[in-house]
Antibody, heavy 123, light 106 residues
């Protein structure tokens, strides 16, 4: 069974940093591109970042470029999101999500999602 | 950036109804379009991809159509478990989601 479990969320002050983790199991993690998607309270979904299976290709939304860094450790079956210079508008539930098709660099939807971890940026 | 616009933003329907949700892209995206269902407090669930391909395990009452800029999600006979929020997503370029359509019980 495919499982994605996020952790690392919490309350942080504006300008602070946080590192999210996503532990994957039930599939060959190293074969899939992975993604972060967020959802502000009561709002819609916003794609944040994607990383290819071997970390060769990395993409960011303009809203987080230069502040967030996505990475992965295939030996540990884990995905990460380092978030720096956090702002109030970064407050959201952050989901990790798997690409539908293995080996894709881009251009696939997301078939498995974690339960999400809440990040709150407030003084 | 490509913008995705869903309509309506919300509406009410009854169990057994046939409902259609529309999604329009600001530029052509071929068939790189997915639909998700999200229930309160839960992660989104992939329903349809490639505009019309049903994801494994999704009931056949869900169907999708369209290509280019105009797409639809149809639920042929609403069940109680279908009341949720639905999002379209283009993956032709950097992923972009529509604003969502909230389907409520009448």
């Amino acid at each position: 069974e495919v499982q994605l479990v996020e952790s690392g969320g919490g309350l942080v002050k504006p300008g602070g940093s946080l590192r999210l983790s996503c532990a994957a199991s039930g599939f060959t993690f190293s074969s899939y591109s992975m993604n972060w998607v967020r959802q502000a309270p009561g709002k819609g979904l916003e794609w944040v970042s994607s990383i290819s299976s071997s970390s060769s290709y990395i993409y960011y939304a303009d809203s987080v470029k230069g502040r967030f860094t996505i990475s992965r450790d295939n030996a540990k079956n884990s995905l990460y999101l380092q978030m720096n210079s956090l702002r109030a508008e970064d407050t959201a539930v952050y989901y990790c999500a798997r690409d539908l098709k293995p080996g894709a660099v881009a251009g696939t939807p997301f078939d498995y999602w974690g339960q999400g971890t809440l990040v709150t940026v407030s003084s | 950036a490509i913008r995705m616009t869903q309509s309506p933003s919300s509406f009410s329907a009854s169990t057994g109804d046939r409902v259609t949700i529309t999604c329009r892209a600001s530029q052509g995206i071929s068939s790189y379009l997915a639909w998700y269902q999200q229930k309160p407090g839960k992660a989104p669930k992939l329903l349809i991809y490639a505009a019309s391909t049903l994801q494994s395990g999704v009931p056949s009452r869900f169907s999708g159509s369209g290509s280019g800029t105009d797409f639809t999600l149809t639920i042929s006979c609403l069940q109680s478990e279908d009341f949720a929020t639905y999002y379209c997503q283009q993956y032709y370029s950097y992923p972009v989601f529509g604003q969502g359509t909230r389907l409520e019980i009448k």
